[in-house]
């Protein structure tokens, strides 16, 4: 990728982050997990008559499923350079639907292997 700020040429170089794609990938598979079984045992519990109990994992998986999509949002936007350790400015890639994260400091774009795109 190539940025021009005024008359400087900076050339970025690409590489694939070590470790968020994986982190991600486990944290969504066991939370998405976690959220089913909540709403089985919800409905386990109000077919049994059940009702208050029922009530109490039919409510926490209702709170669940928004919770975990913005947690995961959120550290989508959030990541860390592995290099530097400084904040990374995150980017959704349209022409090859994967996202991307970008640090100045270090001149690199990080595939964080979230997206379409991402099998080489």
């Known amino acids: 990728m190539f940025l021009c ?8 170089t690409h590489d694939t982050h070590p470790t968020f794609g994986k982190w991600f990938q486990r944290f969504f598979i066991r939370a998405w997990l976690i959220i089913v079984a909540l709403f089985i045992f919800g409905l386990l519990l109000l ?4 009702s208050t ?3 109490i994992f039919a409510i926490s998986f209702g709170l669940s499923v928004p919770l975990v999509i913005c ?7 959030h990541i860390e350079c592995p290099n530097c350790h400084m904040p990374l400015t995150t980017r959704k890639n349209r022409k090859m639907s994967k996202y991307e994260a970008t640090c100045d400091r270090c001149m690199i774009v990080w595939d964080v292997g979230i997206g379409i795109g991402t099998s080489d």
């Open 5 to 12: 700020e005024g008359t400087i040429l900076v050339i970025m």
């Open 47 to 50: 077919k049994n008559n059940l």
């Open 53 to 55: 109990l029922g009530a």
């Open 71 to 77: 947690y995961l949002i959120y550290k989508l936007y």
